[in-house]
């Protein structure tokens, strides 16, 4: 979704005030759990639903 809203991970971080190497972690799909407003900050940035960023495995 970054790559098709052609946004960088520090440009994200910064919108959503968050550190780059917290949202590296989300990223890489190493974080145990994601709080809503995060969510919510991140597909606010992104224009998009939390469905398109996220998957069940």
């Known amino acids: 979704m970054m790559a098709k809203r052609k946004i960088s991970l520090g440009e994200l971080a910064t919108a959503?005030?968050?550190t780059p190497a917290n949202l590296s972690i989300l990223?890489?799909?190493k974080a145990k759990a994601v709080r809503f407003s995060t969510l919510e900050a991140i597909?606010?940035?992104?224009?998009c639903q939390p469905g398109d960023i996220?998957?069940?495995k």
């Open 27 to 29: 990223k890489t799909g």
């Open 54 to 56: 996220l998957e069940y």
């Open 16 to 18: 959503i005030e968050l």
């Open 43 to 47: 597909c606010k940035a992104l224009d």
